[in-house]
Each structure stands twice: as structure tokens, then as C-alpha cells.
């Protein structure tokens, strides 16, 4: 499970929407390449890429109570997806749909499956989402802020079963949170980022005993505690991702900022050891 962690606005929901092409009107990819099993996602026309996305790469996304449509039931969303990329239909399609509710551990599929979303809790209805995504075998999932709205214990439960599903179906899961002890928990790799750049990528474990940036320092410092000690503040505002910003993007910010170089060029991501990636002058 790799983790892509970041403030509100950083552009963590953006990158995912950009693998899978669902970007709004508004927004062009100008530039880069988006490789997935030796294809790049940019050259594709619209009917190959539909047919990767939710076959081969399924998304859950951000809001599970206005992602299902209110006025089809469950089983009938779920039919939909199935026979759309799995080509199967009647019994077969029925069957496939129930298995997917079974393997997100939502009792009673059987009468769950007629039922409408306003019928599901909170929790329930995450579980729904991700048997869409388990529904045609994904090899991808991207779930972006998965446990959002969720209270404590649905979260714990929600993580739980996207580490079986990677486990049990060998899925890469790629989680989009700013919950950073929802990553040193669940995460293998993480990677942050600031203002539409990745600022630092490491193994779970390495990035939170040996956390280079400042700005990921500024996020691990940020979050609450057992001790009596005021919380750390990253002084200033992020900047939007349409600023045209010289420099590091998190210059105006860094109290480490050293001048004439951070202010006037892009630091590049760079190895500190063989797995550890940080893009600062200061390694």
C-alpha cells in the first residue's frame, strides 16, 4: 500500500484523477507520462482507457455517502459494473455481485443486494463502494481519503479490510489521506507532497524515523500527542497550485530557506539513501 499524504489543496485527489483520465473540463495534462502494466494512460483513446478503468483500475472515492446513486439499489450498481467490464449477465452476474458484497464482509448480501443506499450506514456503504472496485478483479485501487466521515472504529475496520484485500488478492492499493497515523499503521511506502510536487518519498518506517523535509518535519510535528506540549505551526498559508512561484514552492514557509537559492530554484528529488528520496538543498 503506498500512501500519498498532503495538506487540502495539495493536488493528491488531481494526481489520482489524472491515472484514471476523469479529470474536470477545465483541467489539461500538458505534460509527463502515467505508465500501467507497460501502457502509457495519455496515449490511450477514450474506449481503451474505459476499459482499463474499473477493470484493471478501480477508484473509491472521497465521499461514500454521494457516490452511490440514490435512486438504484445496491445490487443493481454493482450488476451495472459487472456487466459492463466482466461480460457476464443473469445468474452469472447476480452471483459475481454477491461475492464482491460477501468479500467486503457485508451481512445478509442476499437482502443487502435490494436494498437503496439511504438503507446503508456510513460504513456500509464504504464496504459497497469497495466490492465495486473488488467486483472486477482491479489490480489498482485507488482510494482517496477512504475513511472519510467514518467514525474511529468504521475507520479501523475499512483499513483492516483494504490490508486483507491486498493481502488475500495480491491488489496494489495506492491511498490518497492526510491522515498520517492512518499511514505509519497501514502504509508500506509513502510520499508527500506540496503543491502539486512530491517533496519526499520513502519506506513507511524509514520516512517516520528519518524525515528529511521541512515540510513533512512541519506534518509529523503537527500531530497531537500523549505528551503536554503545544502543537508545531507551518507558519504562512500553502500557496495554490496556479501561483507562479519561483523556487521551492515551500520557500516562503521554511524557516531553513536559504537565500538567492531555494527562492529562485527547483530543488529535484534526490536519492539520501538507496530508498529514501527528498527534494531539498539542504541534503
Known amino acids: ?11 493528491k485527489s488531481m494526481t489520482a484523477m489524472s491515472i484514471i483520465k476523469l479529470l474536470p473540463k477545465t483541467a489539461t495534462i500538458t505534460g509527463g507520462e502515467i505508465f500501467f502494466k507497460d501502457r502509457d494512460m495519455l496515449k490511450l483513446d477514450s474506449k481503451c482507457t474505459r476499459e482499463v478503468r474499473g477493470a484493471h483500475i478501480a477508484l473509491i472515492p472521497q465521499d461514500p455517502m454521494t457516490s452511490l446513486n440514490p435512486l438504484y439499489t445496491v445490487g443493481n450498481q454493482l450488476l451495472e459494473i459487472i456487466k459492463l467490464h466482466q461480460n457476464l449477465r443473469g445468474k452469472d452476474a447476480k452471483k459475481k455481485a454477491l461475492e464482491a458484497l460477501d468479500m467486503v464482509q457485508i451481512p445478509s448480501a442476499k437482502e443487502r443486494f435490494n436494498q437503496y443506499p439511504h438503507e446503508f450506514s456510513g460504513g456500509m456503504k464504504q ?9 472486477c478483479n482491479a489490480e489498482l485501487i ?6 472519510t466521515a467514518l467514525d474511529v472504529t468504521i475507520q479501523a475496520q475499512i483499513m483492516r479490510l483494504l490490508a486483507d484485500i491486498k493481502k488475500e488478492y495480491n ?10 497515523a492512518l499511514v505509519s499503521e497501514n502504509a508500506d511506502e509513502v510520499s508527500v507532497m ?3 510536487r512530491i517533496v519526499e518519498n520513502a519506506p513507511t518506517a524509514e520516512f517516520f524515523d528519518n524525515t528529511n523535509h521541512p515540510y513533512s518535519i512541519g506534518l509529523i510535528k503537527s500531530i497531537p500527542s500523549n505528551k503536554v506540549q503545544k502543537l508545531t505551526v507551518i507558519k504562512g498559508h500553502p500557496p495554490s497550485i496556479m501561483d507562479n512561484i519561483d523556487g521551492c514552492r ?5 524557516k531553513f530557506c536559504i537565500p538567492n537559492l531555494c527562492d529562485k530554484k527547483i530543488p529535484e528529488l534526490k ?11 539542504l541534503n
Do not use: K
Request: net charge negative; proline share 2%; aromatic share 6%.
Open 271 to 281: 536519492h539520501l539513501n538507496r530508498t529514501h528520496l527528498s527534494a531539498c538543498f
Open 1 to 11: 500500500m503506498h500512501a500519498l499524504v498532503g495538506e487540502s489543496g495539495c493536488g
Open 127 to 135: 464496504r459497497a463502494i469497495i466490492a465495486m472496485a473488488l467486483a
Open 250 to 254: 515551500f520557500h516562503n514557509r521554511c
Open 142 to 147: 485507488i482510494a482517496d481519503e477512504p475513511t
Open 171 to 180: 491488489t496494489s492499493i495506492l491511498l490518497i489521506t492526510h491522515d498520517l
Open 194 to 196: 506540496y503543491a502539486g
